[in-house]
């Protein structure tokens, strides 16, 4: 009785491992939830804004102004810029009823009858490889899948994300350059001052009389012999021999 009663108690032990195993990995492997960790990784940070239906997301960052597309539940990932996002269209049946592009005003959804086809929502970028993505927000045979959305909420949701795309691109449109300063005027030709002109200064008349001695004169060696020669006043005359 007592191995029974033990090996029953590891049986349950071991149903309920199984079971909270089981709930862990669908509750992990949740597609919402797998779309989300792959935004996380190729943003870096949690996405701002998030999109997802039939295994398809589109997410946004505007911290880091960076738009991520995902697909096959978030297996494969592509990174934009939010600049490199052109616009989106709401396409119901093969027709657009809705539409937000850059440079131009929204086309407001007019007619929110469902069709008996597909909801798509079509994400445009500016990219020659991946220029455009499309979410399957309604498809036929989704009503048959848990908590599906309606084809009517279907579309009210996608009109939701037109108003937000034409909200991203004003915010991520290029601000507008600044008007380019006036071009100066062309250089003026400025006339050269004439040299100023100084008149001499004025001469002054000598007067007729110098009252300043004459320069001497050189004489030559001729003149010198010829003149008489003078003592001078200040000299000590020598006593005369015939009087001492």
Request: with cysteine.
């Amino acid at each position: 009785m007592d191995e029974t009663a033990r090996l029953l108690l590891w049986l349950a032990l071991a149903g309920t491992a199984v079971t909270f195993a089981g709930s862990a990995a669908i509750w992990f492997m949740d597609e919402d939830r797998r779309i989300r960790r792959a935004f996380r990784n190729v943003l870096k940070l949690p996405a701002d804004a998030v999109l997802i239906a039939n295994g398809r997301g589109v997410g946004f960052n505007f911290a880091r102004s960076l738009a991520a597309v995902a697909w096959d539940q978030g297996a494969w990932c592509l990174v934009y810029r939010i600049d490199e996002l052109v616009g989106a269209e709401l396409i119901v049946d093969g027709e657009v009823r809705a539409r937000a592009y850059r440079g131009e005003g929204r086309r407001a959804l007019e007619r929110t009858t469902p069709g008996s086809g597909q909801v798509t929502l079509r994400f445009i970028f500016d990219d020659a490889r991946y220029p455009d993505f499309e979410v399957a927000l309604w498809a036929p045979g989704d009503e048959a899948k848990r908590n599906a959305p309606s084809p009517a909420e279907a579309i009210q949701e996608a009109n939701r994300w037109i108003a937000r795309v034409e909200a991203i691109l004003r915010r991520a449109s290029p601000p507008r350059p600044a008007p380019a300063p006036p071009a100066a005027p062309p250089p003026q030709m400025v006339a050269r001052p004439e040299p100023e002109t100084r008149s001499p200064p004025p001469v002054t008349e000598t007067p007729p009389w110098d009252e300043s001695p004459p320069p001497p004169r050189a004489r030559s060696a001729a003149q010198r012999r010829e003149e008489p020669r003078t003592r001078d006043l200040f000299e000590d005359d020598e006593p005369d021999e015939a009087f001492s």
